[in-house]
């Protein structure tokens, strides 16, 4: 079954660091391009971290940017955040991009996983 | 910051067409970047309807159609059944090398 599930959510204090992780079962992480997007409470969907399949190239929201990471191996994509906010609050997704087709790469993401949630509180 | 705006809420009796409008500008649908929308149930994960403007996702019913017209793009829900009801986000790209999504949409069907 091809599929994606996110852990490593939890209750963080400001300031503190955590590492989510995003299993993939069913098909090569590294040949697909991934993305990081976030829900906070009431919020909507806010895209916040990509990395490309092919040559690993990263692009940030500037809301996390120098603060979070986004990385991979062979069939798990990380996100490491730092300097964590009350703002961050959020329940955090990964998503697969659509495959290309034979002309053309489109940006939607066409598999989620269920989220994991992370909470900063004082 | 760029920002793609949606009215906040939409609605309708069964049966009925819908549309839900997705205002964004230059620098992003307005500059050609494809349009994506997906339907999002509280407490499930994101699920997308319609990718590049227009094509519907494997598996969405020809219900769910798109269309895209200069700086905006609009979703349309023919024929609206109780089980459409949920909050609804269109999603592009921007010149500045960032994904955005729309403010989102809540459907309720009456």
Known sequence: ?????????????????????????????????????????GKGLEWIAYMSGSDGIIYYADSVKGRFTISR???????????????????????RDLPCTSTSCYTAIDLWGQGTLVTVSP | Q?????????????????????????????SGFPVHWYQHLPGTAPKLLIYADNNRASGVPDRFSGSKSGTS???????????????YYCQSDDSSLSRLFGTGTKVSVL
Do not use: H
């Not at chain 2, 760029?2 to 307005?30: D, F, W």
């Open chain 1, 1 to 41: 079954e091809v599929k994606l599930v996110e852990s490593g959510g939890e209750l963080m204090s400001p300031g503190g660091s955590l590492r989510l992780s995003c299993a993939a079962s069913g098909f090569v992480l590294t040949s697909y391009d991934m993305n990081w997007v976030r829900q906070a409470p």
């Open chain 1, 73 to 95: 191996d062979m069939n798990s994509l990380y996100l490491q955040m730092s300097s964590l906010r009350v703002e961050d609050t959020a329940i955090y997704y990964c998503g």
């Open chain 2, 2 to 30: 760029s920002v793609l705006t949606q009215p906040p809420s939409v609605s309708g009796a069964p049966g009925q067409r819908v549309t839900i409008s997705c205002a964004g500008s230059s620098s992003n649908i307005g």
């Open chain 2, 73 to 87: 793009a609009s979703l349309a829900i023919n024929g609206l059944q109780a089980e459409d009801e949920a909050e």
